[in-house]
């Protein structure tokens, strides 16, 4: 097994596990309501404050794994995201229940600058390993609703957390293989080579960030509402279902592993000719999809799958296009910005929602998650008339 492979699987399992706690909030979100007596909007500003969290734990763990061994803050993730499901473990009241979400989103938010700049600094082909990363954490994505829907149902949310808890620390040991803790940059970085620079272009980077916060958006919105909608669309509308959140479950993981397929493919289509286009298409697609959102479950199913499928089609696309446009050495910052961005301004999708929803209802607040989608498809349409600006720029 050689060394690219061997990060490959400890980076994949680590954005399984990763990817779920972005998701456990939504996924739990109505058993911890039933049971700490806590409202859609509290519980709405709860995630929204979580998630900026996230997204300023993130900026701060990329920007320094630029400055030291990636390794450092991988474990780093590990053990923040074990703390906080210990302590959401024995939560008993909102006070507690907010610190262990707080605790848990920052190390959770770790991951993505870091994991991601390590792909792109570390793997001959990006592009594939970006597909099989994104696969591996939609594996870990789609099998959380089973996993945390099940076990809250039968024995409490306390126990899925802590469970939860258990398995994010093996992941502690990626510092033990010496292969991976060694590991060099895939082109050589001297001081007359354009990857040298320590510097990052804002000008032709923006349009990046600015496109990850607006799917981000969406993205962070869909999950964080489906599991409890799908949850209440089988009570109102299956009425011979008996185990309502067995099946809450197994629909909620159908729809997310569509993401995984997503990514993988469009992990493996992604070129320098296609990137505009896989990047419009996905997004604008989406768009229009949440806008023909109606209540009806079995239709939903079909429509909200093809939104995780095109939503996640993008992302190996994204990061690629990131990779390439800034210098390696200042990816891990580089990654963080992109990251952090799109978890604060995805994180006001939590307060949204418990407007939206609390005032109207969840329909309406689906059909707002399309504005987002289409202004990023327009951005690229706009901006980059011109395939070849969205290649390479440094």
Known sequence: ???????????????????????????????????????????????????ILRGISGVFAGILSDKSNFLYWIILFATLSTLGCLILSISNNTNIFTIGIIILAIGSGIYHPVGLSAITKFTVNPGKSFGYHGLGGAIGISLAPWFFINISSTYSWQIAYLLYGFLTLPIIFIYFDKEVRNLTYTKPTTKNSKEYNL???????????????????????????LAAFINTSIMNQWQNIIDINFHTSIISSLIIIMGGFGSFIGGNLDSNKNRKYILIISCLISGLLFIIVFNHLNYLIIIFSLISFLMSFSDPSLGNWLGNTIPKRMQGTSFALMYGSGQIVGSFSGSLAGIIVNNYNTITYFKILSIPLILASLLIIIMYPKSKKIIKHF
């Open 199 to 225: 510097y990052i272009n804002i000008k032709k980077s923006y349009p990046i960030y600015l496109f990850a916060s607006l799917k981000d958006f969406s993205i962070s919105g869909l999950l964080l509402m």
């Open 1 to 51: 097994m050689n060394k690219e492979y061997r990060l490959n699987l400890y980076l994949s399992y680590a954005h399984a596990l990763s990817d779920s706690a972005h998701i456990i909030f939504g996924l739990t979100l109505y058993f911890v309501s039933d049971n700490l007596d806590i409202n859609i909007l509290t519980m709405g500003f709860i995630y929204n404050l979580s998630s």
